[in-house]
């Protein structure tokens, strides 16, 4: 018997592969966890409905989801997943500020009902509740999330432009390629996994925590503060890494699953 932790699992790069493919082993270690008895998190910049179909394939259905870079918290009840805190944000100063910046850029801006309006060029993106607009209609409801796609930048230098834009009142990450996503000011995946917390009563040194991106970097950092174990994956930046306090092997080395088996391997929660 174990106590029981919440574990917070990102999901590009971690859960899945960079081409979105699924290994049958981490999808096995996931639903050992949760066998388990531990409250196995999803915590990733998806939308809400991505998630859910995520998280059919792994073969789960969490109790708990924190999607949108934190901006929005759910919970589960029944069959069903209810909003247990949303974060909208005015999105206007910040995408004026950027499309001077980046004339060229794509963007697309997801409102609280999950809604998207995006601009040309966003082909690669889920549209299936979404309609495409120009860019003074990207701002006509509050943003939940905002993501810009640069694809003729390179990552370096993409990150130095939008380093020296002086952004203000928002919350963003730079992901592996040259796109960014924007938050509502000082939420993060951190700030919507102590939501979960404070309602589940779990400590905050049993929390595991697995990312490979710059938008998980708060995540580890707060996991880690808190006596918990912060791991990155093998193929993190160095700047994820050094918010973690452990490393475990690359998404194509199945790295998640390394750290998963043995936490399943314990034996059951006490419940």
Same mark, same amino acid.
């Given at each position: 018997?174990?106590?029981? @932790?919440?574990?917070?699992?990102?999901?590009?790069?971690?859960?899945?592969?960079?081409?979105?493919?699924?290994?049958?082993?981490?999808?096995?270690?996931?639903?050992?966890?949760?066998?388990?008895?531990?409250?196995?998190?999803?915590?990733?910049?998806?939308?809400? #409905?991505?998630?859910? #179909?995520?998280a059919?394939r792994?073969?789960?259905?969490?109790?708990?989801?924190?999607?949108?870079?934190?901006?929005?918290?759910?919970? +589960?009840?029944?069959?069903? %997943?209810?909003?247990?805190?949303?974060?909208?944000?005015? *999105?206007?100063?910040?995408?004026? +500020?950027?499309?001077? $910046?980046? !004339?060229? /850029?794509?963007f697309?801006?997801?409102?609280?009902?999950g809604?998207?309006? %995006?601009?040309?060029?966003?082909?690669? @993106?889920?549209?299936?509740? *979404?309609?495409?607009?120009?860019?003074?209609?990207?701002?006509?409801e509050?943003?939940?999330?905002?993501v810009?796609?640069s !694809?003729d930048?390179?990552?370096e230098?993409?990150?130095?432009?939008?380093?020296?834009?002086?952004?203000?009142?928002?919350? %963003?990450?730079?992901?592996? #390629?040259s @796109?960014?996503?924007?938050? &509502?000011?000082?939420?993060?995946?951190?700030?919507?996994?102590?939501?979960v917390?404070?309602?589940t $009563?779990? &400590?905050?040194?049993?929390?595991?925590a697995?990312?490979?991106? +710059?938008?998980?970097?708060?995540?580890?950092? @707060?996991?880690? *503060?808190?006596?918990g174990? /912060?791991?990155?994956?093998?193929?993190?930046?160095?700047?994820?890494?050094?918010?973690?306090?452990?490393?475990?092997g690359?998404?194509?080395?199945? $790295?998640l699953?390394?750290?998963?088996? &043995?936490?399943?391997?314990?034996?059951?929660?006490?419940?």
């Amino acid at each position: 018997m174990t106590d029981r @932790w919440l574990v917070a699992l990102d999901i590009d790069g971690t859960t899945v592969r960079e081409d979105d493919s699924l290994s049958a082993r981490v999808a096995e270690a996931v639903r050992a966890v949760v066998d388990a008895g531990h409250l196995v998190v999803l915590a990733t910049g998806r939308s809400q #409905s991505t998630t859910e #179909s995520l998280a059919e394939r792994v073969g789960i259905r969490p109790e708990w989801m924190v999607v949108a870079n934190g901006a929005l918290v759910l919970q +589960r009840e029944g069959d069903a %997943y209810v909003r247990e805190h949303v974060e909208t944000f005015d *999105a206007g100063p910040a995408l004026r +500020r950027i499309v001077q $910046g980046l !004339p060229e /850029a794509r963007f697309l801006v997801e409102d609280a009902t999950g809604f998207r309006r %995006y601009t040309r060029g966003m082909d690669d @993106w889920n549209l299936d509740h *979404a309609e495409e607009v120009e860019f003074d209609g990207l701002t006509v409801e509050p943003a939940m999330r905002v993501v810009v796609m640069s !694809p003729d930048h390179a990552v370096e230098d993409f990150l130095e432009i939008v380093e020296g834009m002086g952004l203000h009142k928002v919350s %963003y990450a730079i992901g592996f #390629s040259s @796109w960014l996503d924007i938050a &509502p000011d000082g939420v993060n995946k951190a700030t919507g996994l102590q939501r979960v917390l404070d309602a589940t $009563g779990i &400590p905050r040194e049993r929390v595991l925590a697995v990312g490979d991106g +710059r938008n998980d970097i708060d995540m580890l950092a @707060w996991t880690a *503060a808190g006596g918990g174990r /912060a791991i990155a994956m093998g193929q993190a930046p160095d700047e994820v890494a050094a918010a973690a306090n452990e490393r475990t092997g690359t998404v194509d080395e199945d $790295g998640l699953a390394d750290v998963l088996e &043995p936490l399943a391997a314990v034996g059951s929660v006490t419940r």
